[in-house]
């Protein structure tokens, strides 16, 4: 049979799109940010402030306080007393109308909210538009319903409170880890204290304003903010009775180690290095969109981004050259364009780090391909990349890079990709793209992770549990198993 | 001339083979009839035989149907019933009285029948379809850790075992179980009823030994994905939790009264699970007008 040529996508047009950026004039922001303790804005005991970034322009937006010890401890006691005297005794129908009343607030000022989300952390406006702040509120919207429910939830078990609940977030999904943290604790019957990564503490801060506003009790909900040491004192801290945390596994395994012998309960959201496998009987143009949806989504900063590529080898000249065009059109720019498909890079740090697994890609023999796109000379970007040519052994195929970074493989029969696929610490997420049924249900059931997408791909829901298997950590977060981790009986 | 009676020597239990500890180690056990056993002080180095022989079993023993797991912990208690006597003995020469060993040896059977029920019907009550906000069909469903190290209960022969290693295989996991110290003998004997029950081998491995010398190594193999400590020492607990870290283990600590009724169910079953989310879309079919 004569060998086909691969058809080129024609993406290729005179039109341009015209910028289009989201308005910025209607948000309401402070020159200056206090804690937030037992309902109330206090200064930080070290009276040290920190300045937040826009990573798109390296322009100061706001001052952020930075939390000490002393600080951590009085947003624990007020945590403490608000438990005690207030929302473990009130009763549960009461506390679900709070929890459905902030959901309402963020929906009320969701484009507020987007709008921030974008300036500080760098994500495309359509983005956190259309997932981040909608997940956000539905997600304290579903849990609100629970809070009077639990006892249908546990078949033959009385669940019970554990007290207050110390919960660290990253900087990838500000708001909505913020919610996924927040919403089931509160509904569970427990009181929070939470920090949010530095390089993005606004939208919490303004959840912190959403709280007041909304009349939750005093200390129910306290959020301070800070770099690592104030994530470390919370993990120490002796009244807190347990600890969530989303973030890389290796300071989740430091924190599982710090809490070793105590009684502490834990949930870990760690990191991932979601295979992606396409086979030759997919429907290419739509396995080609949820590749780049996989990896390019919100800059790749994704735990359960699909940052491995697994392609059967009949069909990888194809996909590639696809993959490719589509590469092209992909818009890196201003995340504050409606048009832009990647916006900029969480921090300077997080760039470096990018830059530094595309140095190693490239010593370590894997051909790197990029899109000729221009980036912007300010801020921190990164074109959309993917390597060829890579295989198990290199340290792009096995580490998290958390970027726009895509590392492909090829491969022939189902049980060399679940071998592969498989044969990583890692086992967040998992993708499979297939027109067959009985071969989803093969793949599925054998890959060794918590979400897997069958012809889809990056999809959330208040309602769906998320969470990892080995090395991502343990728990889950959303739907009826993410109350357990908030419960004892 | 009195007859001389055949001893058994106490062997461990690995990937359905009865070796002694490679070391070539013992520790002296005296039995209540005056006789001496030289149980096994098996090493980190069985230890690791034994998960090697646990991650391999693994695939198969979770992929059987459940139904035939359930019918495999069903054999087990059948086998178990039919050498009651054996355990009756051993029990008795452990220091059990013979109410007290009547009640551990039936309350083991018991538990076995038990779980044997849960293997197709745990999947049932803890999956879910989730109603998400997309076309999509989504569900999710427990599915078994791998590989779990289990430090038995020391106060117990062979009751603190059962209540163990069957809810840990019922969700289709295998396991390397370190039997009580000062209360080996039982734990091989169960072994043996474990090879003739149609359990594959390598699903449960039993090693007889130290707890000091082996916690550290049962809780930082980097293959092994959940830890269980049935007992209470508080400075080894906080050294299993560090080394849980390592490869981020499942811990639990399981100190508990075995004999209590209360002390089984499905959530013995359910600590020992992940829960696995699909999705997968559901098509639009645009046309206007379709009912049904």
């Known amino acids: 049979m004569a060998k086909k040529e691969a058809k080129k996508l024609e993406y290729f047009t005179d039109w341009k799109y015209a910028p289009s950026p989201e308005a910025t004039d209607h948000i309401r922001l402070q020159k200056q940010y206090d804690l937030f303790i037992n309902g109330k804005f206090v200064k930080p005991n070290s009276g040290k402030y920190f300045d937040t970034i826009n990573p798109a322009t390296e322009e100061k937006i706001s001052s952020i306080a930075e939390a000490n010890d002393k600080d951590v401890d009085s947003a624990v006691k007020a945590a403490r007393g608000a438990y005690d005297k207030t929302w473990s005794k009130m009763p549960a129908k009461e506390r679900a109308k709070y929890i459905y009343r902030i959901a309402r607030l963020i929906q009320e000022r969701a484009r507020e909210l987007s709008v921030i989300e974008t300036l500080d952390g760098g994500k495309?406006?359509?983005?956190?538009?259309?997932?981040?702040?909608?997940?956000?509120?539905?997600?304290?919207?579903?849990?609100?319903?629970?809070?009077?429910?639990?006892?249908?939830?546990?078949?033959?078990?009385?669940?019970?409170?554990?007290?207050?609940?110390?919960?660290?977030?990253?900087?990838?999904?500000?708001?909505?880890?913020?919610?996924?943290?927040?919403?089931?604790?509160?509904?569970?019957?427990?009181?929070?204290?939470?920090?949010?990564?530095?390089?993005?503490?606004?939208?919490?801060?303004?959840?912190?304003?959403?709280?007041?506003?909304?009349?939750?009790?005093?200390?129910?909900?306290?959020?301070?903010?800070?770099?690592?040491?104030?994530?470390?004192?919370?993990?120490?801290?002796?009244?807190?009775?347990?600890?969530?945390?989303?973030?890389?596994?290796?300071?989740?395994?430091?924190?599982?180690?710090?809490?070793?012998?105590?009684?502490?309960?834990?949930?870990?959201?760690?990191?991932?290095?979601?295979?992606?496998?396409?086979?030759?009987?997919?429907?290419i143009n739509q396995a080609v969109e949820g590749i780049i949806n996989g990896i390019f989504f919100n800059q790749g900063h994704v735990c359960c981004a699909g940052s491995r590529l697994f392609v059967q080898e009949s069909v990888a000249e194809e996909v590639i050259k696809k993959l490719k065009d589509r590469l092209e059109t992909l818009i890196v720019g201003d995340p504050l364009d409606k048009n832009t498909d990647i916006g900029a890079i969480n921090s300077k740090m997080q760039l470096n780090k990018i830059n530094e697994y595309l140095k190693i890609g490239v010593n370590d023999g894997a051909e790197m391909y990029q899109s000729s796109c221009s980036i912007p000379k300010k801020g921190f970007f990164?074109?959309?990349?993917?390597?060829?040519?890579?295989?198990?052994?290199?340290?792009?195929?096995?580490?998290?890079?958390?970027?726009?970074?895509?590392?492909?493989?090829?491969?022939?029969?189902?049980?060399?990709?679940?071998?592969?696929a498989n044969n990583i610490p890692y086992g967040l997420s998992a993708g499979v793209w297939t027109d067959k049924g009985s071969r989803i249900f093969n793949l599925t059931s054998k890959l060794r992770a918590g979400v897997v997408w069958a012809n889809t791909y990056n999809k959330f829901d208040p309602t769906s549990p998320f969470g990892g298997y080995k090395e991502s950590g343990f728990g889950r977060e959303g739907g009826l198993h993410g109350l357990m981790p908030y419960l004892k009986f | 001339m009195e007859r001389i009676e055949v001893l058994k020597t106490y062997k461990i239990f690995i990937g359905g083979q009865f070796p002694r500890t490679e070391s070539g180690r013992y520790y002296p056990l005296k039995l209540k009839n005056n006789m001496t056993v030289n149980v096994s002080l098996s090493s980190r180095k069985d230890y690791r035989n034994a998960v090697i022989a646990a991650r391999g079993a693994f695939s198969g023993w979770s992929a059987r149907a459940a139904f035939n797991r359930g019918q495999i912990l069903y054999r087990i208690a059948e086998m178990l019933e039919g050498r009651k006597e054996q355990f009756l003995e051993e029990l008795k020469q452990l220091g059990y009285t013979p109410t007290a060993a009547k009640k551990e040896v039936e309350q083991s059977i018991d538990r076995l029948v038990y779980y044997a029920g849960w293997c197709d019907k745990y999947q049932q009550l803890f999956s879910s379809v989730n109603p998400v906000a997309t076309s999509h069909f989504n569900f999710s469903v427990p599915e078994p850790m791998g590989v779990v190290a289990i430090l038995a209960d020391e106060s117990s022969a062979l009751l603190g075992l059962v209540s163990v290693i069957a809810p840990a295989i019922a969700g289709g996991n295998t396991c390397i179980v370190l039997a009580s110290e000062s209360k080996p003998t039982c734990s091989i004997t169960f072994a043996e009823v474990i090879a003739t029950s149609d359990v594959p081998g390598g699903v449960v491995n039993i090693v007889t030994g130290s707890r000091k010398e082996l916690h550290s190594h049962f809780s930082s193999h980097m293959d092994v994905n959940a830890i269980i400590n049935c007992n209470t020492e508080k400075d080894f607990n906080k050294t299993i939790g560090e080394n849980a870290s390592?490869?981020?283990?499942?811990?639990?600590?399981?100190?508990?009264?075995?004999?209590?009724?209360?002390?089984?169910?499905?959530?013995?079953?359910?600590?020992?699970?992940?829960?696995?989310?699909?999705?997968?879309?559901?098509?639009?079919?645009?046309?206007?007008?379709i009912k049904y």
């Open chain 1, 124 to 283: 495309s406006i359509r983005e956190s538009r259309d997932i981040d702040v909608p997940l956000a509120a539905n997600h304290f919207f579903y849990y609100a319903g629970w809070a009077d429910k639990l006892e249908y939830a546990f078949p033959n078990r009385q669940p019970k409170s554990l007290g207050v609940a110390g919960q660290v977030i990253p900087w990838n999904f500000p708001l909505l880890m913020a919610a996924w943290k927040i919403a089931p604790a509160l509904a569970t019957g427990n009181t929070v204290v939470l920090k949010p990564a530095e390089t993005t503490s606004l939208t919490a801060l303004k959840l912190a304003e959403i709280i007041q506003e909304s009349g939750l009790p005093d200390g129910v909900v306290n959020i301070i903010t800070g770099h690592g040491p104030v994530g470390a004192s919370m993990v120490n801290h002796k009244d807190i009775n347990k600890i969530a945390f989303t973030g890389s596994t290796g300071v989740g395994k430091w924190i599982q180690k710090a809490i070793a012998g105590t009684d502490k309960k834990l949930t870990l959201e760690l990191g991932g290095k979601a295979a992606n496998i396409i086979f030759e009987d997919a429907p």
């Open chain 1, 382 to 420: 990164v074109r959309p990349t993917l390597f060829l040519n890579t295989s198990q052994s290199h340290r792009i195929s096995q580490e998290e890079i958390f970027g726009p970074v895509l590392a492909i493989q090829t491969f022939r029969t189902i049980e060399e990709v679940i071998e592969k």
């Open chain 2, 246 to 289: 390592l490869n981020v283990k499942r811990v639990f600590t399981w100190n508990r009264n075995w004999s209590d009724e209360k002390e089984q169910g499905p959530y013995y079953i359910t600590d020992l699970q992940e829960i696995k989310t699909t999705w997968h879309p559901i098509e639009n079919i645009g046309v206007s007008g």
